[in-house]
């Protein structure tokens, strides 16, 4: 059974440093990675989906990487501002199957 | 273009009322997801449709709760002789085809029960 977990549960960093948000998965036959940024009381925004053959993804000043033999992925934030507070969410799909499973997330916050 | 719409946006419900929540998704998507999400937790897989059919209602938590998506497009979440441990934020998702595509999510409906 496919177990997501995320650290840090929580984070706050100065505007302008870049981090680094963990992801650990279970089981190593999964078919995508992706994740998400959750704002409050709002829905899900994708920000990056992975698939199983691929190492990494760009968008903008966001990169996220896939190690399915260590069970990880990490997403990079270049940069950050205060915009980029939100909870961080990453969720894996194992093969043969369709539905997420989702991390506990990781609330970032950015001090200006 | 239109995104995945929610309704209502919260409901209030004594413990016992039946409850229906509605789910909208992209226009053309294939797939659809329920999820529950539990306060300060991550959303949690409830059932799958392919169309019309329920390939996957194993997340559901019990026999209260039934979905539906008649026509393949519109999708209800019904919730019968609600209690307070399902007080939760249920989330919609899409996707243009199964498995491989991004799944893209409606704002939630914020259930209470009191």
């Known amino acids: 059974k496919q177990e997501v977990t995320q650290i840090p549960a929580a984070l706050s960093v100065p505007e302008g440093e870049n981090l680094v948000l963990n992801c650990s998965f279970t089981d190593s036959a999964i078919y995508n990675l992706q994740w998400f940024r959750q704002d409050p009381g709002k829905g899900l925004t994708s920000l990056l989906l992975i698939q199983s053959s691929q190492r990494e993804q760009t968008s903008g000043r966001l990169n996220a990487s896939l190690d399915k033999s260590s069970g990880r992925s990490t997403l990079y934030i270049a940069a950050s501002q205060p915009g980029d507070s939100a909870t961080y969410l990453c969720?894996?799909?194992?093969?043969?199957?369709?539905?997420?499973?989702f991390g506990t997330g990781t609330r970032l916050k950015v001090l200006a | 273009g239109a995104g995945v719409s929610q309704s209502p946006r919260y409901k209030v419900a004594k413990r016992g009322q039946d409850v229906a929540l509605r789910c909208d998704p992209i226009s053309g998507h294939v797939s659809l997801f329920w999820y529950q999400q539990a306060l300060g937790q991550g959303p949690e897989f409830l059932t799958y449709f392919q169309n019309e059919a329920q390939l996957d209602k194993s997340g559901l938590p019990s026999d209260r709760f039934f979905a539906e998506r008649p026509e393949g497009s519109v999708s209800t979440l019904k919730i019968q002789r609600t209690q307070q441990e399902d007080s939760a934020v249920y989330l919609c998702?899409?996707?243009?085809?199964?498995?491989?595509?991004?799944?893209?999510f409606g704002p939630g409906t914020r259930l209470l029960v009191l």
């Open positions: 998702a899409s996707s243009l085809r199964p498995a491989s595509e991004t799944q893209y």
């Open positions: 969720a894996a799909t194992t093969s043969g199957t369709y539905k997420y499973i």
